[in-house]
């Protein structure tokens, strides 16, 4: 089954690459490697705000990981060319999360993209990961996560 295949079946579509809100691009290439510049958790087109361990619990940060992947495959469907079929690894994943000092599941709300990506890619998605909490993230977002992939 091909990735889009996969993406049918989970009901995803995929959305065009977003505007940087700074001073980068959405990724570079170098070699077959692809760096995707870290994506906010967005809800309603807007950031997703909060903190994991005062205003949210830990299942909505995952749903906001997850969206977060569905946006960073739109990115990586780009930087592919338009062929995420060409994708022959997901190599890492780094996650920021906006928590509390004593909040400690941020490798849980990190599933959410975890999951999702192994789903879609299958082995290809099985990807080493950084999950960090973090005092703050750019516009009060919950959640921020930048991914490596290798390409054919």
């Excluded at 889009?4 to 009901?11: E, G, R, T």
Aim: glycine share 10%.
């Amino acid at each position: 089954m091909s990735v889009y295949d996969k993406l049918k079946a989970l009901n995803i579509t995929l959305p065009p690459v977003a505007v940087p809100a700074a001073a980068y691009v959405p990724y570079v290439q170098t070699g077959n490697l692809v760096f995707l510049s870290g994506h906010i958790a967005r809800k309603d087109g807007k950031p997703w705000v909060g903190q994991l361990g005062k205003n949210m619990a830990t299942e909505e940060g995952k749903a906001a990981a997850r969206a977060i992947a569905i946006e960073l495959m739109g990115t990586l469907h780009a930087a592919a060319g338009g062929d995420l079929n060409r994708v022959k690894r997901i190599v890492k994943l780094m996650s920021l999360v906006n928590s509390t000092g004593d909040y400690t599941e941020q490798h849980l709300v990190t599933n959410g993209a975890s999951e999702l990506i192994g789903e879609v890619f299958g082995d290809a998605g099985k990807h080493a990961r950084s999950a960090f909490g973090v005092a703050q993230i750019p516009m009060g977002a919950c959640v921020e996560i930048e991914l490596i992939a290798e390409l054919n």
